[in-house]
């Protein structure tokens, strides 16, 4: 007798649905007819393996349709899907817009791709990508790597193997990187680790992870074999969980690669010893070889939302399912169409598993709830406060509202979004018939008034009369108001708005003059100082203008009243900045800046803060001298005084005042301080300081090298004297070129002007507009000389004539070498006179020279100077040992380069010789040499100077001779200084900065020994000239350590206490609160017993510090253990079921308590055998005190749990109803689970064993668990 299947109708319509038309024989079960049921091969046909096949069978194959490939096209589409909690910006109202759009935007610019965005309607992201498929993969690794959180996992492969997976010029590692969309980072070839990190998404890093483990299996030594099998036997393999494989693995010591569903590869690699993989690849082809034998499919229809279901979180549901019944369900991927599900396993199993897919399926759905859109927030409440109640009760519904829609979409456990639906349509009820809302018109620009300085003014009416009120962004420019929520107060709030919104429009607006550099100190950093004036006149609006516009206009706008309150406190504030920034400049020689600022910069902050003013120092690369102090005027007058004594104390500068007539001051300072700048630059750089104007002071203070303060002084009182006779001014025009020409080497020329006409000549400076413009001052006939002088000057300058001289070709590269350096300083120190040599190769001797008559005699004579000191030039060998060849030369060459323009020689240095001791070993002869030249290699002198250790000098004799000096002078000098080893350490410092920090300070190299020669001497090297102060420097720094470390033993003084270790967390205190205060207080180390270590007595706290200030933290520990002694502790019953609300959120109930009856209370653990039990400890009065308060506090909330657990009772939801009878259902024949007698069919007509969709089962008998 053959036993039957029963499917209802409406199951069997679904299952078929899924297969293929062609391969389903009808066959129907008429109540009416006798006919025998179909068999279950007829009604349940096995699927094909490849859907490809199916094109296959319905067309005959041609024959030479085997060698034709598909031409694949150029453009092609992919689909990516982000689920919800991957995607990295969540914003549902900015859709289309904001950070999301931008990156797509860019996207798509860089690769090329064209990319369309949806949101599916669990809120997910899909990107369909259109191009070519190089930059479809491009911009999907963009996609993964800007919209898609990341995540990380390491892979450790053997470090050997990691070249493999970068592949050659890295190609291997970049194609793996696009093809999984992921970020692999591989350690440096010096990195000991073999940890590769892969950023990425969660499929990706499982595809990077399998491909680079393939990689390394194939590169491993051991043996590795591939084992093809079909993907859908994969999941037996592997077993549920991975337990199978692991086992195998574990057993055979074999590494086993099976790939991630996601991955489409067949073949499972096996990595390992070869008798051991023999083993396991037997095993594994066992279990394939059996599975495919005893295993059938069946394919069924499941909804493709319900799918995530079937999946469970992390795939957790189908492990399930593959663990309790043997059977492997395979779920087609997300971006297919297909609903299809195919269930593969023992044909006696595949009944159960059927029931379970459906279970898992039916266990969630999805509803809706009507709501309109403005009442949304209401539901949801302040900080999701309402839907938190729900959410709470049932905390697998997902609740989510869509903007603009008036809707509400639940999903989750059936029962649960029942209960769900039916209080929020509770509350939607209730909304719609206590809510209101109105809409008014009030013009935008009045909007940001109406809100107030951060929202005070909307914030007060919301709290005022329990209102919404939404107020459009400024970027809408729309004028319309929202108010939501009482009828009454939406009333009264509409009335306020509009009445202040009239009150507005009556303001008054004043405008405040304020210079704008003021404006940022008013705005104060990060806006404090304009946020208190804002708090003062809370009524008034400041606006700022836009720094970019440089205006001064600051707008006021308010009450008029308040407005000029306002404006008169602003104005007060803004005569006290003008008072605080008085600047005075005041020029110091540039090295001694580093003085003034001293030691870290200690100077210039004692100078500041003792005078109350800002000091700004020119920066280290710019030529200026001139130190700025902002600040009081009498407060910059004494900063000024404090620098200049530096700068006295430190350098021989003479200071001399001189008497001159205050009215003649502006005159002699000249336009922009012209004339009084070329003096100063004419005697050598010194300083003039002219009093302030209007102070009515005549002394002028004159500062700098003695002999340059007497030339300015002669200088300044002669031409005072000129003012005060007669003085005359005229300007004359010279083109800027003319300008050196006109002054002369040295300033010779203009000087024989000034010396002959008596007159003084002003040329313009760099920073001046006009650089044209030259200007005589002085007596008027000395004047009208000198400006005749220069003007005949600048006429012949004028008159262009052309000349040529003769200059032998050999000296033609010095002339343009360095891309005609020589010629350009010819052409701008001689009027731009052009020199033009003839082109190489030419072999002429001819140059030609073309300007103004006087600048081409004049250049001629200098290129001739030029030939004879070339022609003069010698070559001058200065032998310094390569290894001071760098600090020779200086940072970045500075000191050769200055040595150089000094002696105007040619410096040459040798090459660098890596291997100086090669050298010196005799060449040996090889085939073609001639043996005199390995003869004369091997006469050589040992004692002559190295190769490489010579420098040649080229110029003339007596210039080659000097700068050999500077140079032999610039050679280091070691000194050793003894310094006790112990210290050395010290003195490296952390990491090497306070080495680092003297050798930069004194300008020298500091060398401490290494550890292991255990050796007191350090050895500084430098100049001569810096050894001294590195040395004194160094000594002083010892003596600062050797102070340190005996205080260092004096804070090292030990004290044990012994304090009973019940006592020491009342020691300790909260979070450590009570010993910290103990520690700061007396400056002290205590240390109490280690609870594990058995060997240490648990009772001693040790103490470390100064042994005054030990004692006294051992006399503060002492009292809190003797006031601690004096307490008691006692036990109250207290019902458990009001443990949590005495507790109170986050403790912070219990605290109060604590605090002010000044008691310790504790609560039982969960799990304790008696979890009524609370102890309270503490002085006993207090305790007892605190023992009535919560016993009363237990009556009260006991009384609200009696009423609660009573009103639950009435709350249960209603027994669901007994599902109808199933229909007589579809009967077949020889199913699979006939052939085993010993196990009994499951009955298909039963609802429990095989539940329809929608169907209520009785929770007693589920094979997947209690309901919850």
Not at 946 to 960: A, F, L, M, P, Y
Request: charge should be neutral.
């Amino acid at each position: 007798m053959s036993s039957v299947a029963v499917l209802t109708q409406e199951s069997f319509a679904e299952h078929r649905s899924g297969l293929v038309p062609q391969q389903i024989k009808v066959a129907t079960l008429n109540s009416e007819e006798e006919s025998d049921p179909p068999t279950y091969k007829d009604a349940f046909p096995p699927l094909p393996e490849k859907a490809a096949c199916l094109e296959s069978t319905q067309e005959p194959a041609g024959a030479w349709s085997n060698k034709i490939r598909p031409i694949k096209a150029s453009v092609i589409t992919q689909v990516f899907h982000v689920p919800l909690e991957e995607r990295k910006y969540k914003d549902m109202n900015q859709f289309g817009e904001g950070e999301q759009a931008k990156i797509c935007l860019e996207i798509m610019q860089r690769t090329g791709a064209h990319l369309e965005l949806s949101l599916a309607k669990d809120q997910g992201l899909s990107i369909m990508v259109s191009g070519k498929l190089d930059a479809v993969m491009k911009a999907r690794k963009d996609i993964v790597a800007r919209l898609q959180t990341q995540a990380s996992a390491t892979v450790a492969i053997p470090k050997e193997h990691h070249r493999f997976v970068i592949g050659k010029n890295g190609e291997k590692l970049q194609d793996l990187e696009l093809k999984t969309a992921t970020k692999i980072q591989i350690p440096r070839p010096d990195d000991p680790s073999n940890q590769i990190k892969i950023t990425g998404t969660k499929e990706g890093i499982e595809k990077a992870r399998h491909e680079v483990l393939l990689i390394s299996a194939e590169q491993d030594k051991r043996a590795v074999e591939r084992l093809e099998v079909e993907k859908a036997f994969h999941p037996f393999i592997a077993g549920p969980y991975n337990r199978l494989v692991g086992e195998i693995m574990q057993e055979t010591g074999t590494r086993i690669n099976i790939p991630p569903p996601s991955v489409n590869r067949t073949e499972i690699v096996f990595t390992g010893e070869k008798e051991q993989l023999a083993q396991a690849v037997a095993r594994i082809k066992k279990i394939y070889e059996e599975k495919k034998k005893k295993t059938t499919t069946i394919a069924v229809e499941v909804k493709k939302s319900q799918h995530k279901y079937v999946i469970g979180p992390k795939g957790n549901s189908l492990q399930e399912i593959l663990e309790r019944t043997g059977v492997s369900v395979e779920i087609p991927p997300s971006d297919s169409i297909s609903e299809t599900v195919i269930l593969r396993g023992e044909p006696e199993k595949l009944g159960q598993a059927l029931t379970e897919v459906y279970a898992k399926a039916n266990s969630f759905t999805v509803s809706s709830v009507s709501a309109p859109s403005w009442l949304h927030r209401f539901i949801i409440g302040k900080k999701g406060q309402n839907l938190a109640k729900i959410t709470q009760q049932m905390p697998k519904v997902h609740i989510e509202f869509t903007e603009g829609e008036d809707k509400i979409t639940l999903e989750g456990p059936t029962e649960d979004v029942n209960v769900a639906q039916e209080q929020i349509e509770g509350m939607v009820k209730d909304l719609i018939n206590r809510m209101d809302y109105v809409e008014i018109n009030i013009d935008h620009k009045f909007h940001r008034h109406l809100i107030g300085k951060s929202g005070a003014n909307i914030n007060r009416i919301k709290d005022q009369y329990k209102v919404s009120v939404r107020i459009p962004p400024d970027s809408e420019k729309s004028n319309l108001i929202r108010i939501e929520g009482d009828p009454q107060g939406v009333q009264q709030a509409k009335r306020e708005l509009l009445e202040l919104a009239s009150r507005m429009e009556n303001e008054r607006t004043k405008d405040l003059i304020i210079e704008q550099r003021f404006h940022r100190t008013i705005i104060g950093q990060k806006g404090e100082r304009i946020r208190e004036i804002r708090d003062k006149f809370p009524e008034v609006i400041i606006n700022f203008p836009d720094p970019a516009q440089k205006s001064d206009i600051v707008q006021l706008r308010g009450p008029k009243n308040e407005v000029e309150k306002c404006t008169k406190y602003m104005q007060k504030m803004v005569a006290d900045l003008v008072e605080n920034s008085y600047s005075i400049s005041v020029p110091i020689f540039k090295q001694f800046h580093k003085n003034i600022i001293g030691k870290g910069g200690a100077n210039i902050k004692k100078i500041r803060e003792e005078s109350n003013t800002k000091i700004d120092l020119p920066a280290e690369n710019s030529n200026s001298e001139t130190i700025v102090i902002t600040g009081k005027r009498a407060n910059c007058e004494a900063a000024r005084s404090r620098i200049l004594s530096i700068q006295k104390d430190l350098a021989n500068i003479a200071e001399v005042e001189v008497s001159i007539p205050a009215k003649l001051h502006n005159s002699l300072i000249g336009t922009k301080g012209r004339l009084i700048r070329s003096i100063m630059e004419e005697c050598g750089g010194v300083h003039i300081h002219f009093p302030v104007e209007g102070s009515g002071s005549d002394t002028v203070v004159i500062r700098g090298p003695s002999s340059d303060v007497e030339k300015a002084k002669k200088q300044l009182l002669h031409l005072a004297e000129e003012k005060q006779t007669k003085s005359f001014t005229v300007d004359i025009r010279a083109k800027p070129e003319y300008h050196k020409f006109l002054i002369g080497k040295g300033g010779g020329k203009i000087r024989k002007v000034r010396d002959s006409t008596g007159a003084r000549i002003i040329f313009p400076a760099a920073e001046d507009k006009d650089q044209d413009l030259i200007t005589i001052i002085g007596k008027e006939d000395a004047v009208r000389e000198a400006q005749k002088e220069l003007e005949a000057l600048i006429q012949n300058l004028d008159n262009v004539v052309e000349d040529y001289m003769l200059v032998d070709p050999k000296h033609h590269r010095h002339f343009v070498i360095r891309r005609g350096q020589v010629l350009r300083e010819i052409a701008e120190e001689y009027g731009g006179v052009m020199v033009s040599f003839p082109r190489s190769g030419t072999q002429s001797d001819k140059v030609t020279l073309k300007g103004a008559k006087d600048c081409v005699e004049a250049a001629k004579k200098r290129i001739q100077e030029i030939i004879e000191d070339l022609e003069a030039q010698v070559t001058v060998e200065c032998a310094i040992p390569q290894k001071f060849h760098r600090s020779v030369m200086g940072p970045k060459g500075s000191r050769i380069q200055q040595i150089t323009r000094d002696y105007n020689v040619q410096i040459k240095f040798p090459d660098r010789e890596e291997n100086p001791v090669h050298s010196i070993e005799p060449s040996i002869q090889e085939n073609g040499d001639e043996a005199g030249e390995g003869k004369e290699a091997k006469e050589t002198d040992p004692g002559s100077p190295r190769r490489c250790d010579i420098i040649i000098i080229s110029g003339r004799k007596e210039k080659c001779e000097a700068a050999k000096e500077a140079l032999e002078a610039l050679v280091p000098v070691t000194i050793e200084v003894e310094v006790p080893f112990d210290l050395h350490r010290y003195i490296i410092g952390q990491k090497g900065s306070g080495i680092r920090k003297m050798m930069d300070e004194f300008e020298v190299n500091i060398h401490v020994p290494a550890p292991e020669l255990q050796s007191d001497i350090i050895a500084i090297t430098g100049l001569a000239a810096n050894l001294d102060r590195a040395k004194a420097g160094l000594l002083d720094r010892v003596k600062e350590l050797q102070a340190e470390q005996e205080d260092r033993a004096l804070r090292s003084f030990k004290l044990s206490v012994t304090v009973d270790p019940k006592y020491h967390p009342k020691i300790i205190g909260r979070k450590g609160a009570v010993i910290t205060q103990i520690r700061l207080e007396h400056d002290v180390n205590i240390q109490f017993p280690d609870k594990d270590d058995g060997n240490q007595p648990q009772d001693q706290i040790t103490i470390t510090g100064y042994e005054k200030n030990t004692e006294a933290a051992r006399d503060a520990i002492l009292k809190i253990v003797g006031e601690l002694e004096q307490m008691v502790s006692e036990d109250v019953p207290l019902d458990h079921r009001v443990h949590a609300r005495i507790i109170g959120a986050r403790g912070k109930a219990i605290r109060k308590i604590m605090d002010e009856f000044k008691v310790d209370i504790r609560f039982p653990q969960s799990g304790a055998p008696d979890p009524n039990c609370v102890t309270v400890t503490g002085l006993p009065e207090n305790v007892e005190e605190a023992i009535d308060h919560i016993l009363n506090l237990e009556e009260e909330y006991l009384a609200d749990v009696v009423d609660s657990e009573a009103l639950q009772v009435y709350m249960k939801p209603p027994a669901h109803e007994e599902s109808k009878a199933p229909s007589k259902g579809f009967v077949v024949r020889d199913a699979p689970w006939t052939s085993s007698s010993s196990e009994k069919a499951p009955d298909m007509s039963s609802s429990e064993e095989f539940p329809s969709f929608g169907a209520q089962v009785a929770p007693k008998t589920l094979p997947w668990g209690p309901k919850r």
